[in-house]
């Protein structure tokens, strides 16, 4: 493919030509869930926007490392270093142990992405892990005079750090109008500036999450994990970080300034941001009750929605929309995107069975280059899926003998359609199955017809016959179970 990919980098404002660090491989930082509840469909949004660019940066065939962290440690309740730690909290609530809680919301992050039918990442670290990473880099930034000690807790020095450097340069926010509006919160007292942030906190003596550390007992600030955990598994700089878009800022404007004290360098080259899926019009949140999990949605069990939605269809329904643009869920769309999916696949369906013309009027090249130029274009799924009902359309032309499609073509079509569907969309084609269990109508009564003819050999003692019939049954993996009341089955 001679396109270029061109990516948003949120950094610069601007779409860039993407060219990574090393030549073939991509290294990308996304930063992963706090576990310490149900992810619910927003966050599912986020981790689905990385996973097509994931999947297409491996399509393009770039050896990708894909770290996603899991938080379970250091995100407190308010993202600006005050309140209860989430897990801690939790663990108190719930008279759990942390790691019960973390373990529990682990397992359903994982499960719920799964059922979305994402890949993996290549590798998923945790904070609590890297401790002693987190500590050396507290260590390095002390030592700079980047941060200092107060109490049993380390801050960063922002207006420090801001005399060589910009903080704000990603949320494009300015450090007077940082200083004029920061509040004070709670806990927040030690710091010389309420905008410098925590890279240590004093463990009070209920926090039950606590480690200890050249300044005392206690635990890793959220946004020094990150840090730790990129630079560790991709270098001092590396290609792509991403995340949802509310943590621009602080959480990466942070990442950013303790990266670039310590390194003296930019940490990343490219950062995307994905938007975010609202409810009502507003983001759906953990904290504010305005949110859906995804099993409620796919069980139907929600006063949301009238009827059930399958993964695949809620995942085809996210991709027609741009990963930078705020989706709404509603029944409509969830309906029409249902509704879209369907005809996709049974265009899949009459390509299988379309007799090929001798001639060939569907120009596969340019339409091939066409949705590559899509995906080149910052990933634009949208755009991609629209090409895709092209496709559609022209196969259905053709079923109806009105555009002829040689062998060669129908070839390249069907294999294209599914890498586009399967592999870069990650959409797993299940709807089709839906024809499958019609299908199972069919069988059932077909074995029902064999059956009879069975017991109507055996009322004349062809048993030969009726042998040969339960024989070819069992083949199949059908037993017949005789009983008084006639004969049934049950397939094994
Ligand atoms: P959290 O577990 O709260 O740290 O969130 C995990 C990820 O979900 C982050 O990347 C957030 O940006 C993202 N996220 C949270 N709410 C939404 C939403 N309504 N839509 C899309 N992404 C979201
Ligand atoms: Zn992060």
Redesign the pocket.
């Known amino acids: 493919m001679d396109q270029q990919l061109v990516v948003y980098n949120s950094l610069s404002g601007k779409k860039e030509a993407f060219t990574p660090l090393v030549e073939g491989h991509v290294g990308i930082y996304v930063?992963g869930?706090?576990v310490y509840s149900n992810v619910h469909l927003?966050?599912c949004?986020?981790f689905i926007s990385f996973d097509i660019i994931f999947r297409y940066l491996k399509y393009l065939g770039y050896k990708v490392r894909y770290v996603r962290n899991i938080?379970d440690a250091g995100?407190l309740e308010n993202d600006e270093d005050a309140g209860e730690d989430r897990i801690s909290k939790r663990a108190r609530l719930e008279q759990l142990e942390p790691m019960e809680v973390v373990q529990r919301y682990t397992v359903d992050f994982h499960n719920t992405l799964a059922t979305f039918n994402t890949l993996p990442p290549s590798i998923e670290p945790t904070a609590t892990g890297h401790i002693m990473e987190q500590i050396e880099l507290i260590k390095t930034l002390v030592d700079k005079g980047m941060a200092y000690e107060v109490n049993g807790s380390v801050y960063f020095d922002v207006l420090k750090y801001n005399q060589h450097h910009q903080y704000g340069i990603l949320s494009k926010r300015n450090i007077e109008d940082l200083i004029h509006n920061t509040r004070t919160l709670d806990g927040q007292i030690d710091k010389k500036n309420p905008q410098d942030f925590a890279l240590w906190k004093k463990a009070e003596p209920q926090h039950i999450m606590r480690w200890p550390s050249p300044w005392g007992v206690g635990f890793p600030g959220w946004h020094l994990e990150c840090t730790a955990m990129s630079t560790k598994y991709l270098g001092e700089t590396f290609d792509i970080h991403g995340?949802?878009?509310?943590?621009k800022f602080p959480h990466h404007e942070c990442e950013i300034a303790q990266a670039t004290a310590i390194h003296q360098k930019a940490p990343v080259r490219y950062w995307l941001h994905?938007n975010?899926?609202?409810l009502n019009g507003k983001?759906?949140?953990?904290s504010t009750g305005n949110n859906i999990l995804p099993h409620e949605l796919f069980s139907g069990e929600n006063k949301l929605f009238s009827k059930a939605y399958s993964p695949e269809v809620v995942r085809f329904f996210m991709l027609q929309a741009h990963y930078r643009s705020i989706v709404d869920i509603s029944e409509a769309a969830l309906a029409a995107a249902e509704k879209g999916y369907q005809r996709l696949l049974e265009a899949l369906t009459q390509l299988a069975t379309l007799e090929t013309a001798a001639t060939n009027a569907f120009d596969f090249e340019s339409w091939q280059a066409r949705c590559h130029a899509a995906m080149n274009d910052d990933f634009n799924t949208p755009v991609l899926i629209a090409h895709l009902f092209d496709a559609a359309k022209a196969i259905k032309s053709a079923h109806n003998n009105q555009l002829d499609i040689d062998a060669a073509t129908k070839e390249k079509l069907q294999k294209q359609l599914e890498v586009f569907i399967k592999e870069v969309l990650g959409l797993e084609m299940k709807l089709q199955h839906k024809k499958q269990s019609a299908d199972d109508g069919l069988a059932t009564a077909t074995i029902s017809l064999l059956l009879e003819l069975r017991d109507q050999a055996r009322l004349k003692r062809d048993f030969e016959t009726a042998d040969q019939i339960r024989d070819a049954l069992l083949a199949l993996n059908i037993q017949p179970n005789d009983g008084k009341d006639g004969t049934t089955f049950n397939i094994q």
């Open positions: 930063c869930p706090t927003g966050n949004r986020t938080t995100h995340g949802g878009m509310d943590l994905a975010m899926l609202t983001k759906m949140a953990k």
